[in-house]
């Protein structure tokens, strides 16, 4: 950790002077449970210097002090709850709590948060898109200084409303993975997202951290050619719990170095910036061409036409077939059709374009895809 932040001998310094034992850096914060794409629970183990080296990292970066307060938003089992809650008292600062009964109250929010004086705002994108909605007299996020997103796409129409709100705010773009302790990768949103791109790219690695991007054979490439996303460095999780095997082929040790396997998919673009490109499995086959359900997305949201958009694959009548499933109702599903058609071979245009007041949502507030495939299509189509 750089030596201007808080080193472990004075976050427990206190606790030390009370006869409270000393805990080393190496024994473990917290187990955080997650299912990923797999659907199977799984315990990620996080040592507390894995976890210091983001959290300062992040406070240093940015400049957070005692003089901030930042409200929790995130359910605790969820790791963004680990640095609205180290970040901000490792600093000196503040953690506003919600209570349980407004954790969707977005109306609610902006009414505490201006309130409190909150300054720093960290959630998924969802939840900021919630309370940009919500502060219809701009009391809430006129006051914020610092915005994170992070846990699923960041789309520069988020980044435009935000602009419009508040100018001064500096919002970051923020990724990686539950197995790497918070974070591992930022891009300055706020400053350098080009309204063009389709999504707002991961960006550079964290200080201690490292990425690679590695084609079937392990072995690293080139400039814009998508490939694995292997995170490396010292936010690295020990393993999952009572799950060796698992760990053995999440974690691996390529060229003397341990590197976590995300499963996602991304590219480096030439300045050194890398792009996140969805995950590896999502690809599905239909009439012998392969589909990456994630590129329709990303064209429905080109489009401008949904507020959201989730495409799975669905089994109709003993068949599979893209389903597409949005919110918003500036379009029609004929035209998001028409429009799709212009964007994309006619083999990967969805065969069900289905509206919804809102997607369904996981306890992490990232798209429910199993719910949405479970749900019965051929009546509502």
């Not at 988020?158 to 923020?174: P, Q």
């Not at 999504?199 to 991007?213: A, E, F, M, T, W």
């Given at each position: ?5 808080f ?18 850096a190496?024994?473990?914060?917290y187990?955080?449970f ?80 201006a ?16 309370l ?35 100018s ?31 999504s ?115 089994r ?19 035209a ?28 992490r ?17």
């Amino acid at each position: 950790p750089r030596s201007t932040l808080f080193p472990y001998t004075t976050l427990f310094r206190s606790a030390a002077a009370e006869g409270i034992k000393h805990i080393s850096a190496d024994s473990d914060a917290y187990i955080i449970f997650t299912s990923g794409t797999t659907g199977q629970p799984k315990g990620v183990e996080i040592q507390h210097f894995a976890a210091h080296n983001t959290i300062a990292d992040i406070n240093e970066r940015f400049g957070v002090t005692e003089n901030d307060s930042a409200f929790a938003v995130s359910e605790i089992d969820f790791d963004l709850s680990v640095y609205d809650i180290f970040g901000l008292l490792s600093a000196g600062g503040k953690v506003v709590i919600s209570d349980k009964g407004m954790k969707k109250e977005a109306g609610l929010w902006t009414e505490v948060a201006a309130h409190e004086g909150v300054t720093v705002w960290n959630s998924v994108p969802m939840l900021l898109e919630m309370l940009l909605c919500a502060d219809a007299d701009n009391r809430a996020v006129s006051g914020l200084r610092l915005i994170m997103v992070s846990g699923d796409w960041v789309y520069p129409s988020l980044v435009e409303k935000v602009r419009g709100m508040n100018s001064s705010a500096e919002m970051i773009a923020l990724g990686g993975a539950t197995e790497a302790s918070i974070w591992s990768n930022y891009f300055n949103a706020g400053r350098d997202t080009d309204s063009s791109w389709s999504s707002v790219p991961y960006g550079v690695p964290l200080h201690n951290q490292k990425y690679r991007i590695v084609d079937k054979d392990m072995k690293d490439c080139a400039d814009n050619e998508p490939g694995e996303i292997l995170i490396g460095g010292k936010g690295l999780a020990r393993g999952y719990v009572n799950m060796p095997e698992l760990t053995a082929e999440r974690f691996i040790t390529d060229g003397g170095e341990r590197w976590y396997r995300t499963g996602d998919k991304g590219m480096y673009w030439s300045d050194g910036n890398i792009e996140f490109l969805g995950r590896l499995d999502d690809q599905v086959k239909f009439g012998g061409y392969r589909v990456e359900l994630g590129e329709i997305e990303q064209a429905l949201q080109d489009s401008r036409e949904t507020r959201e958009a989730a495409v799975v694959s669905v089994r109709v009548n003993g068949g599979e077939k893209i389903c597409c499933y949005y919110t918003g109702d500036e379009a029609s599903p004929a035209a998001l059709k028409e429009n799709l058609g212009q964007r994309l071979p006619e083999y990967m245009i969805p065969e069900f374009f289905i509206r919804l007041e809102e997607l369904p949502r996981n306890d992490r507030n990232k798209v429910d895809y199993p719910a949405l495939q479970a749900r019965e299509i051929e009546t509502e189509a």
